[in-house]
């Protein structure tokens, strides 16, 4: 079947991101609506790569001048707000050095997201590893298909069928206790689903830090507080998530 739209993939932000509009615009909007989304994707990623001795975060870090970027005291005024909502749980200074790994790939996809949006390109998927931003209609009257997969084996845990949804999973990457410094393993994954992707991937590091008890307590609070649900998978591979997780289970033409 040929959709409308265009998609491109490149490696950025160390992972493979894939841009998928199906918003049936004309070729000459579209490449450059591309060309655009890339540029902003590694711009982020000069900007804010702690192991780039010149950027903005490396800068910060070494006590050197840096820029004055915007979007930089955006990035860690939010980082600080996650850290106080999830009780430190989510830490982007770990032993005094500043990293905002944890949020900054959600955060690029996000704005991202709402920047095709506004530019008219109001279908599309934007997948960046683990983190995942849809909107609109993967073909007319059909909403975006998701298989949110288990970051050992790959395999598919759970579909989701939205319009307009973010999902961030962590898991396999290197997630460490705020408190101690040591790397957690006690979990399988978390995924955390909502309207912000940027929000979701900090909440999702935060519960897998935490570890199975606190993660789980965590996420009951979190789904009767805020618009976010969450599956947590254990190192066994058993998952359990909150009551709305359901809902995304079931297509919206065949949920009524």
């Known amino acids: 079947m040929t959709f409308p739209g265009s998609a491109r993939t490149e ?3 160390n992972t493979s991101v894939n841009v998928d509009i199906r918003t ?35 800068r910060l870090n070494a006590g050197r001048t840096i820029e004055q970027v915007p979007e930089l005291i955006e990035v ?16 982007s200074r770990i032993g005094g050095v500043l990293d905002v790994s944890g949020y ?14 506004g530019a ?4 599309h998927r934007i997948t960046a590893g683990r983190d995942i931003r849809v909107r609109g209609s ?33 898991g396999q990457t290197r997630v460490v206790d ?21 929000t979701a991937d900090a909440f999702a590091t935060a519960m897998y830090a935490m570890g199975p008890v606190r993660a789980r307590r965590f996420a009951i609070d979190l789904a009767a507080a805020e618009p976010y649900e969450v599956m947590i998978v254990t190192r066994g591979g058993r998952s359990v998530s909150t ?9 919206s033409e065949l949920a009524g």
């Not at 993967?138 to 939205?162: C, E, Y």
């Not at 705020?178 to 940027?198: C, F, K, N, W």
């Not at 009551?243 to 297509?251: D, K, N, Q, R, S």
């Open 138 to 170: 993967s073909l007319p009257g059909r909403p975006w298909r998701v298989g949110i997969r288990d970051p050992r084996t790959n395999a598919v845990r759970r579909m989701v069928f939205a319009n307009d949804l973010a999902i961030s999973t962590s």
């Open 104 to 117: 900054i790939k959600g955060w690029a996809v996000e704005r991202l997201s709402r920047a095709l949006a």
């Open 76 to 91: 860690l005024h939010r980082c600080d707000e996650m850290a106080e909502a999830t009780d430190g749980w989510f830490d």
């Open 120 to 123: 008219g390109a109001v279908d």
């Open 24 to 58: 049936a615009l004309p070729q000459r909007e579209l490449v450059p609506m591309l060309d655009n989304a890339f540029a902003w994707l590694r711009w982020v990623d000069r900007t804010f790569d702690p192991f780039d001795e010149e950027s903005q975060i490396a």
């Open 243 to 251: 009551p709305g997780f359901a809902l995304y289970g079931t297509p």
């Open 11 to 13: 490696t950025v932000l």
């Open 178 to 198: 705020p408190r101690t410094g040591e790397a957690q393993h006690a979990l399988g994954s978390v995924t955390v689903i909502g309207p912000d992707l940027s």
